[in-house]
């Protein structure tokens, strides 16, 4: 194999041979699908690999990291593309493609299922729930469930089963030496818990086994909107219920700006707006009573609460968070003391675009019993997570809006201890890294790092360094 080193750009024949190892493809500059080969979800990542491969399945996985190894390349790997930070995509390297990996087989009887890495959401929920089963999930249906998954997995169903991260059983990974293995809680048990919210640092994930568990086909769930004039009231109301709420409701309040929804009075349209989502994973009867209170935070806007098909609730903001647009995201475990949520409404006054949002994300329940050390996502005391959302359609001025982002997420990270959430981090700094876990969890994972992956081939995630520097 040979690489042109004063262009560094990959020889025909180097990436023929590569070709002539896969069942999948290759793609690179030049050929007609490579534009699309090479773009994310979010749009203020604009990179040019030297190859996208493909991969057909854990054959291509492993030609492909011995590949990128033996020529030295970057690697990004790529599930569902979603990478706030744009980890899945490089300039002048190689993406390990995933995402036509998409199988999925339900075991109904011993409620499994393992699972390919290229599945979005949207694709995992629609097998699940043919058996009526379900596994905490995203809240936008198009987001991969494996780099979600490796940081943890925050969704509708997290205070009932979990993380999706909690629920994961076992995983086989193709390692930086290229061999495949299996991890789970017998079998290189250390491993397995670093994959439990220590993001792709170990290897390329080419299957997921979940549990799962019995969910609607119909649950109850949706949205109350309340106006900005009523927002520290609502927040503060809603914090004060969530301390009594059951694990089956999992809720959180969203201040946003109002989009031209249809169930949106037209002068509401791009004014702000306290949302309060939720969705109670259980009968839509014996849900009513635990909701109800949601709905008297204030005086509601729109009150779009009520029972609802699981997959519709798995896909009810899809229409808010296509792909295409810039975006950056930072996040902040915090406590809702009074003066957080005073914080987080005089910045709900100061977002830069309709788009950029403050979320709150109710956590406790199920998240909160796993003990702090059974897996490497370990901030497991915290009563909230907090999301920063700066969203543009356009590029222009997007720096500044990040830059607002970031200020509002320092200031909301005082009220809680300033670790932050992998997925929800949108910079790829060793700071940040290592603000989201503590310094015994990080250390821990040092040592999977050393022992999986010592020169540091998987580095574009939010990385852990082996002690080797990498
Ligand atoms: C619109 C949107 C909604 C979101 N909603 C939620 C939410 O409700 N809850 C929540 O917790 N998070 C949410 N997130 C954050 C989400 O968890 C992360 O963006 C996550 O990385 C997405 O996974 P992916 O497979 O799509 O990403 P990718 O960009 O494909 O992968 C991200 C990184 O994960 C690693 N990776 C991916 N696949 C593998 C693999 N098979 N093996 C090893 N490493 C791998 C790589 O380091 C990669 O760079 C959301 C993000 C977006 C953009």
Redesign the pocket.
Known sequence: MSIDTATGVLGDATIGELEAALRGEVVRPGDPSYDEARA???AAHDRRPALVVRCAGTADVIRAVEFARSQDLPV?????????AG??TCDGGIVID?SAMKGARVDPARRRVLAQ?GLTWGELDHETQAYGLAVTG???SS??I???T??????WLVRRYGLASDNLVGADLVTADGRSVHADAEENPELFWALRGG??NF???TSFEYELHPVGPEVLGGLVIYPQSEARQVVSRWRDLTAGMPDELTTLVNLTTAPPLPFLPPEVHGTRIAVVAGMYAGSPQAGEAAVAPLRTLGTPIADVLGPIPYLGMQTLLDPL?TRGAH?YFTSAFIEASDAAIDTMTRLHGTTPTPFSELHLHQLGGAFGRVPADATAFSQRDAGFLCNVIARSPEPDGFDGHVAWARDAREQMARHGKGTMYV??TGDADGDRVRASYPDAVHARLVRVKDEYDPTNLFR??QNIRPSSGG
């Open positions: 994310v979800w979010n990004a790997v790529r599930g569902g593309a979603h990478s706030i980890f899945s995933l890495p995203g809240l936008v987001t991969g494996s780099g979600f490796l940081g943890g997995g925050v969704g993001g792709g290897g390329v994930v968070w975006n997925n929800f574009l995630n």
